[in-house]
């Protein structure tokens, strides 16, 4: 009897710790759902960049800035597919009318065959001109083929990855006050995008609602299943 006892006790016990568990859980899907929601609420609002706001933002802040294109100093990111054709990354320094600087990343061109050549880049506009940027600020690094960066000689650059610091030594102009050191691409219908190719996947407040009620519903049930037990060892 005091074995089976114990057995029972030891069972409420583990079902106890699995139904605060799994509260837990539904809980914290609830408070991720309403984090999305502010989430996507603040980055649908463009806020117009300033530059003593760069240690406060964040990835998926949306910028409006005001300056223009330094369009004869451009980087080509290499190792990109898109749609399955080999593809570089499009990267333009934009200066900032207080004399910040981005690296404005446009989105992708084809590659040639041949990889000796580079591709021909449209001409874009050098005047004042106001863009809308996302900032790109992954929690996690990309994978590289090597640390040791590269480039062409001449421009455009063709390099490995972005990296601002190295654009910014290689760039050496004196207009230059602040550097943005996170990626930033292009929104659409902005001057000088090209072939958008980046789709973030982000989980939506709905999905999180669903994950609580599961979370919950399984509570429940547990609860339920230990309540009949019990009943039934009344009996």
């Not at 083929?145 to 190295?166: C, E, F, I, N």
């Amino acid at each position: 009897m005091l074995i089976r006892a114990n057995k029972q006790v030891w069972l409420l016990l583990l079902c106890g710790l699995m139904t605060g568990l799994m509260l837990s859980l539904g809980t914290w899907q609830l408070g991720r759902a309403d984090e999305k929601r502010k989430w996507q609420a603040a980055m649908m609002q463009p806020k117009v960049y300033q530059s003593d706001w760069l240690d406060h933002i964040v990835d998926g802040n949306l910028l409006k800035v005001v300056g223009h294109y330094l369009p004869e100093r451009q980087f080509l990111i290499d190792n990109k597919v898109v749609n399955g054709v080999p593809s570089y990354d499009v990267v333009t320094p934009f200066l900032a009318s207080d004399g910040t600087l981005f690296f404005v990343n446009r989105g992708a061109v084809p590659a040639r065959s041949n990889r000796e050549q580079l591709p021909t880049l449209s001409a874009i506009d050098a005047l004042e001109a106001s863009l809308l940027i996302r900032v790109y600020a992954p929690s996690k690094s990309s994978f590289r083929l090597s640390d040791a960066q590269y480039a062409t000689a001449g421009w455009p650059k063709r390099v490995q990855y972005y990296d601002a610091d190295y654009f910014t030594q290689v760039l050496a102009t004196g207009q230059i006050t602040v550097v943005f050191p996170t990626e930033v691409r292009l929104e659409p219908q902005q001057l000088g995008v090209l072939t958008r190719h980046w789709h973030r996947q982000v989980l939506s407040p709905e999905k999180h609602v669903g994950y609580a009620f599961q979370w919950f519903a399984m509570a429940g049930t547990l609860m339920v299943l230990v309540g009949y037990y019990r009943y039934k060892k009344k009996l």
